[in-house]
């Protein structure tokens, strides 16, 4: 097992959860295809912006924004074929499975990593997408039924396909490997538990528990070296898309979280519908603690003093060794979100703020 905090060498190391807001211009080069030949050239020098802002935030741990990405479950569509781009009824573009999958372009994802590493000397973060969202997101009664029956079906078919992305990861030198499962996090839901408890396939907590199986054997490629990392993602991006929030402490899904094979879990923790900090007691003694402790909600920028305290309150229950401070969740929600870059560049600062003052209160 290996961690952020030895990896970083420092007490309370910072990092982002993974996605940047993206300018305009990026967002039509990524998703509209704007640029033409020069449109790689142009996003290698956004990236490097991307970078550069987090470096200068003080981070230690850093992403390349997703600003590469056309959208973040969509990257599946990238590694295997079998997918259809539709427009759902909202008018945003939907992929689906339509087909039986088959590995298309293993690596994929790998160019993020090989890029950063020559413009950083910062620990490099990866994310992926669970299984079980990409079946919750892309898996449909009608369109899909015909190559996967269930949705669990799709699961199992694309976990061999991130596994081996995730293996590419690991040796391209990529330091953390983080899959984002929002969909056991909706698990802490009572509306969404119920909804599963009155399925036929064995309700809230068997599919808990299939997500997290998923989720382990994703990462059961990574090397010893990296840092294998699951983030609780509650959604929180839903609050800048206008969707429902799904509100709950995490005590419905302890029992899952207590099986998952990783080093790291990151949890959000500044809305207060996601209960007490208590609950990290509850969790295994050595896994180390990605404390969302940094609204991404827009329009809020904590004060360090203030993310300090809350990191303070965690630090009362588990211990000052294994906090990393991060935000809630990643700043760029959906393909088409508005988020303002230069608010997200303070709020990073604020938390790399709150770090110092920890560290020299403990180190």
Same mark, same amino acid.
């Given at each position: 097992m290996t961690t952020i905090a030895e990896r970083s060498g420092v007490l309370f190391p910072t990092a982002v959860v993974g996605s940047l807001p993206r300018p305009d211009y990026v967002r039509q080069i990524v998703v509209d295809g704007s640029g033409g030949d020069d449109g790689p050239r142009y996003l290698d020098t956004a990236v490097a912006h991307a970078v550069a802002l987090q470096e200068s935030a003080g981070l230690d741990v !850093?992403?390349? %924004?997703?600003?590469?990405?056309?959208s973040y479950i969509g990257i599946i569509a990238e590694l295997a074929s079998g997918f259809a781009l539709e427009i759902a009824d909202d008018g945003r573009p939907w992929t689906v499975v339509v087909d039986e999958v088959h590995p298309e372009r293993e690596g994929a994802v790998v160019g993020e990593v090989e890029r950063l590493k020559g413009i950083t000397d910062r620990l490099i973060k990866v994310a992926l997408p669970s299984p079980a969202l990409l079946a919750e997101?892309?898996?449909?009664?009608?369109r899909s039924s015909h190559a996967y029956t269930t %949705?669990?079906?799709?699961?199992e078919a694309v976990t061999p396909i991130l596994r081996r992305e995730a293996e590419l990861l690991s040796a391209a030198g990529a330091d953390v490997i983080q899959i984002d499962d929002p969909h056991l996090c909706l698990m802490v839901d009572p509306e969404v538990r119920n909804y599963?408890?009155?399925?036929?396939? %064995?309700?809230?907590? !068997?599919?808990?528990?299939?997500?997290?199986?998923m989720d382990n054997e994703v990462l059961r490629g990574v090397g010893e070296n990296v840092v294998s990392?699951?983030?609780?993602c509650r959604r929180a991006g839903a609050r800048v898309r206008g969707e429902a929030y799904h509100s709950g402490d995490y005590d419905p899904i302890l029992d899952a979280l207590s099986q998952l094979e990783v080093d790291h879990l990151t949890l959000e923790f500044t809305n207060p519908s996601a209960g007490d900090m208590e609950v990290l007691e509850q969790l295994p003694d050595d896994l180390e !603690? %990605?404390?969302g402790c940094v609204s991404v909600h827009p329009g809020e920028v904590d004060e360090p003093e203030v993310i300090a305290d809350r990191v303070e309150e965690a630090i009362s229950i588990i211990g000052a060794e294994r906090i990393v401070l991060n935000p809630d969740c990643g700043f760029a929600p959906g393909s088409a979100a508005q988020v303002d870059l230069d608010e997200v560049y303070h709020k990073l600062e604020n938390?790399?703020?709150?770090a110092l003052i920890l560290r020299e209160r403990y180190g």
């Open positions: !850093i992403s390349d %924004g997703e600003w590469r990405r056309a997101r892309m898996w449909d009664a009608e %949705g669990r079906d799709f699961a599963y408890d009155d399925e036929e396939d %064995g309700g809230a907590d !068997i599919e808990s528990m299939f997500s997290v199986e990392a699951v983030h609780l !603690i %990605g404390l938390q790399t703020a709150a």
